[in-house]
């Protein structure tokens, strides 16, 4: 039987978990794989917070924020897309799929561009697991 | 208290220089006072103490065991598992020891592709002594291969760190480490505005050579990749951190400031949140050139 894949999605109080309650309130669909974790500004999340969760078995993480320019922080955003870079760019030196971290910006009154982000990030990291199986299958 | 058998002392080293045990005998005043309250049982630095055996070997037993290096071959490994079970107390010394160090850096490549690449001929192929021990595939800090009960990072740690984690050991006490990064005891001048690009130590820091070091620009500030953020204090005991003393940045000698920290992904980070241009970095894993082991350093990716 194929496993779900977990996401944990660090969305940020003002925008984010705002449009996530926005999306729950309109009954709008996303997948279950989903795990949110409110965080204060999207500014917050240290890099080493996003691969502590791939360590302790999380298959993608997202971090959502306020679209630049919108956040509550003033600047906390523009640090996240900063950092955003930085998780890129070592993904694959810690051994890593690039695929499997994505930056996201949402305003509160946007829970479907949210859910639409859930669900892309959903089935690539279905897609990623099809490979790397595949992958496997095929070096035996 | 003549009857209590002093408390014996086994020291020793795997893929280490001897850096570590050097700054043990660098104690000054306090080595004499030590050594009268201790037996030492083994200490290839000091003492001609025969301990190969056929299979195994053949450690005195110790209440205290230090242990400097990272494990990088079998021979390595069978000396740690020897000390572990022959020392009460197990202390990895050194950041070899507690994060693998700069041996580590051979993580990035196979351990066929060392052996080509430092001890290869004309052709290329490895040109080691065939009795020479078998390379493990990478290698590991101590604490990845046995149970450590405390771990003492610096490369090497502060002499003074050293004699107090052994006295109070001895007594059954709890050593404690600052815990906190070297820019907590680093006096220079931060005003919180950074230079936008990184500057590689090609050129000297701006600094008046007559002023005390308390005058001078944190190097960070200044662009230089000073790694004092993301490395554990301690190195200058109770005052400036020796490379700043030297008027040069830290090279995070000390390995990361939380044990399970990752001083690559940190100093990126510092940088990153600072809105300077870590894309000039293109030799990032050196960042990690004292703590590589734990995984951290892995193999580069063939780029063919
Ligand atoms: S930590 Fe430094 S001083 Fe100690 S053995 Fe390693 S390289 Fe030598
Ligand atoms: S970054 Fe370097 S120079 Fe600046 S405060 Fe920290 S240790 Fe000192
Ligand atoms: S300043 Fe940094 S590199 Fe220099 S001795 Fe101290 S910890 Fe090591
Ligand atoms: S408050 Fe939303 S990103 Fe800062």
Known sequence: MKKDPLIIA?????????????????RLQYPGSIRIIRVMCSGMVHPDMVFHALEKGADGVMIVGCHPGECHYIKGNEIALARADIIAETL???GWERDRFQMTHVSSSEPERLVQAFRDMHERLEALHQNTFAGVEANE | MKDKRRPRLSFVWLHACSGCEIALLNSGERLPELLNKVEIVHFPLLVDHKFGGEQEFALPEADIGFVS????SEEHLALLYSMRRTCRILVSLGTCATHGGVPALRNRWTAAATLETVFGDTSGRATVAAEMPALLDRVYSVDEKVRVDFCLPGCPPHPEMIVHVIETLMTDGQPRLPGKSVCETCPTIRTGEMHR???RFLNNAEYDSDEPVEEMRCLLEQGFL???PVTAGGCGGLSVPLCVQARVPCRGCYGPVRPEGNQLLDMLNVL??????HR??????SLLRFSGAHGLLRLTRKTK
């Open chain 2, 226 to 228: 000073c790694m004092g």
């Open chain 2, 280 to 285: 000039a970095i293109v030799d990032r894993q």
């Open chain 2, 272 to 277: 990153a949140s600072h809105g300077v241009d």
């Open chain 1, 92 to 94: 694959e030196d810690m």
């Open chain 2, 69 to 72: 290096g990272g494990v990088a």
């Open chain 1, 10 to 26: 660090f969305c940020c109080n003002w925008c984010a978990y705002a449009a996530a309650d926005l999306a729950g309130i309109s």
């Open chain 2, 197 to 199: 690009t990184v500057r």
